[in-house]
């Protein structure tokens, strides 16, 4: 006979409730679904949905860099902050350009070498 038996159902029970927890928490949270799911076909994302911090969309949706609409009924209070997601793309490959490393003078004339 194990005596080691109840523990080890004990054990077993707890990690198998831990997993339901864990598994259902992502199933409510939406979290199980990647990034590309997320993206609309009309091209037009949240501004919980875009990759950087709420702050810096607002910065540059007033600075006119990023194309934003604001959605929601005639006169009330609140509504949905929409994003064009041609804005965002445009203004990443920008970053991207502007960090890009220049070519140094002797990686130039390597290139001129070959």
Known sequence: MNSYAPLCALIRNRLLAIF???LL?????DNVLSFNK????SGWLRMAELPIRRTLADD?????ILVSVLV?????????RLVSLES??????????????????SSQAVENQS
Do not use: D, F, H
């Open 25 to 29: 928490g992502a199933m409510k949270n």
């Open 60 to 64: 540059l949706c007033k600075r006119g």
């Open 20 to 22: 339901r927890m864990l």
């Open 38 to 41: 997320k993206i609309t076909p």
């Open 72 to 80: 929601g009924r005639p006169g009330s209070k609140r509504g949905v």
């Open 88 to 105: 965002l793309n445009a203004y990443l490959m920008g970053l991207a350009n502007e960090q890009r490393p220049k070519n140094s003078a």
